[in-house]
T-cell receptor, first 110, second 117 residues
Framework: EDQVTQSPEALRLQEGESSSLNCSYT??????LFWYRQDPGKGPEFLFT???AGEEKEKERLKATLTKKESFLHITAPKPEDSATYLC???????????FGQGTELSVKP | DSGVTQTPKHLITATGQRVTLRCSPR?????VYWYQQSLDQGLQFLIQ???????AKGNILERFSAQQFPDLHSELNLSSLELGDSALYFC????????????????FGPGTRLTVL
């Protein structure tokens, strides 16, 4: 059965304190792994797609990496505006639906 | 702004009632997906339409149905509503949505918050 597990469930950081979020996955035939950011009461905002092990993508203070079993979202020198829930999702080779993890709620204090 | 629009933003109704949620995909996107987000279940896939045809179904209840119209907008119909149907309902769209295309990123709308009393 396809499964996505994110850790930690919640993460509190001080402004400037870098850290990483983890997404472990089990899927039959990975088409792609997706990272989204979701603010309370809003729709998920697309961040990255990773397609193959070893791939890395960056956007401002965020960097996503992919291995055969997990993905990491590194946050460098975070700011309070980076506070949100970060969601990881996988898509099988057949495409279509995204299978989401439960998310990591990130709080960055000034 | 993702370019995906959903109406209404909020919906409050009573048990046993029927409601319709509407979604307009991004310009040029042919695939529409519906997801339900609740506190205990997280984001769960309900159903996908591609260019007017049903493409895939998730754990969608028989009380729920959807369709995609020729202009590509989609509607999700929820009937015989129960308290447990209270949730955020999101629509997402992508250019193609299957393994034959590279453009599989799904862009989400702002959601409809459904409250069943």
């Amino acid at each position: 059965e396809d499964q996505v597990t994110q850790s930690p469930e919640a993460l509190r950081l001080q402004e400037g304190e870098s850290s990483s979020l983890n997404c472990s996955y089990t899927v039959s035939g990975l088409r792609g792994l997706f990272w989204y950011r979701q603010d309370p009461g809003k729709g998920p905002e697309f961040l990255f797609t990773l397609y193959s092990a070893g791939e890395e993508k960056e956007k401002e203070r965020l960097k996503a990496t992919l291995t055969k079993k997990e993905s990491f979202l590194h946050i460098t020198a975070p700011k309070p505006e980076d506070s949100a829930t970060y969601l990881c999702a996988v898509q099988r080779n057949q495409g279509g639906k995204l299978i989401f993890g439960q998310g990591t709620e990130l709080s960055v204090k000034p | 702004d993702s370019g995906v629009t959903q109406t209404p933003k909020h919906l409050i109704t009573a048990t046993g009632q029927r409601v319709t949620l509407r979604c307009s995909p991004r310009s040029g996107d042919l695939s529409v997906y519906w997801y339900q987000q609740s506190l205990d279940q997280g984001l769960q896939f309900l159903i996908q339409y591609y260019n007017g045809e049903e493409r895939a179904k998730g754990n969608i209840l028989e009380r729920f149905s959807a369709q995609q119209f020729p202009d590509l907008h989609s509607e999700l119909n929820l009937s015989s509503l129960e308290l447990g149907d209270s949730a955020l309902y999101f629509c997402a769209s992508s250019v193609v949505g299957d393994s034959y295309g590279s453009y599989n990123e799904q862009f989400f709308g702002p959601g409809t918050r459904l409250t069943v009393l």
